[in-house]
């Protein structure tokens, strides 16, 4: 969906580095979400956000962190990235009161 | 938590044949179901969903139903097209204060439709 982009889309860096992921949206809409696609193995949840200062873990935090600049906008963060950290990084954002989450188009992060 | 199993793994069909997907959840709390698609090189999106007060819901070509006796629910695809192949995706949610945020995926279903 364009109105959920995610920045950048491939990326390739080298164990221990840190890594930001950044997502923007202009749907106007207060939650947001990130998730981790490995093959096999569906979406897992890192971590989703209600506002700007309501920041919660999901099901595999450990290893990442959050930011949220603003209601648009929501980073993940990979202090040091190790091999088991590549994957497909999917951001997603939702309305209050409405369950479709809306995707952003991913990110192929590759650890070497 | 919640755990989703989802079969099967690949799925492939004529064109024009049907197509089903089936999921089964652990946790009896869930009460909404929802079915996302994933085209190649695309996030997924939502392509419908059913809440655990209703057994069955339709849109068009697409079906979803609901055990929740069995604890299970199954996406059905009639009159197939090509444009139908992609990853599916079923999840369970429990509702939290009126909403049902916190997805719990399955591990998807790659469809593929042969003209």
């Known amino acids: 969906d364009a109105d959920v982009t995610q920045t950048p889309r491939n990326r390739i860096t080298k164990t221990g580095k840190r890594i930001m992921l950044e997502c923007s949206q202009t749907?106007?809409?207060?939650?947001m979400y990130w998730y981790r696609q490995d093959p096999g193995l569906g979406l897992r949840l890192i971590y989703y956000?209600?506002?700007?200062?309501?920041?919660n873990k999901g099901e595999i935090s450990d290893g990442y962190s959050v930011s949220r600049q603003a209601q648009a906008k929501f980073s993940l963060s990979l202090e040091s990235a190790i091999p088991n950290q590549t994957a497909l990084y999917f951001c997603?954002?939702?309305?209050?009161?409405?369950?479709?989450?809306?995707f952003g188009p991913g990110t192929r992060l590759t650890v070497l | 938590g919640e755990n989703v199993e989802q079969h099967p793994s690949t799925l492939s069909v004529q064109e024009g044949d049907s197509a089903v997907i089936k999921c089964t959840y652990s946790?009896?709390?869930?009460?909404?179901f929802p079915w996302y698609k994933q085209e190649l090189g695309k996030g997924p999106q939502l392509i419908i969903d059913?809440?655990?007060?209703?057994g069955e819901k339709k849109d068009q070509r697409i079906a979803v139903t609901l055990n929740k006796t069995a604890k299970h629910f199954s996406l059905h695809i009639t009159e197939t097209q090509p444009e139908d192949s992609a990853v599916y995706f079923c999840?369970?949610?429990?509702?939290?204060?009126?909403?049902?945020?916190?997805?719990?995926f399955g591990k998807g279903t790659l469809l593929t439709v042969n003209p």
């Open positions: 997603a954002t939702s309305l209050t009161g409405i369950n479709e989450q809306f």
């Open positions: 749907k106007g809409h207060d939650r």
């Open positions: 956000s209600f506002d700007v200062k309501d920041i």
């Open positions: 946790d009896s709390a869930s009460n909404y």
């Open positions: 059913i809440r655990s007060n209703v």
């Open positions: 999840a369970a949610s429990i509702g939290s204060g009126g909403s049902n945020y916190k997805l719990t």
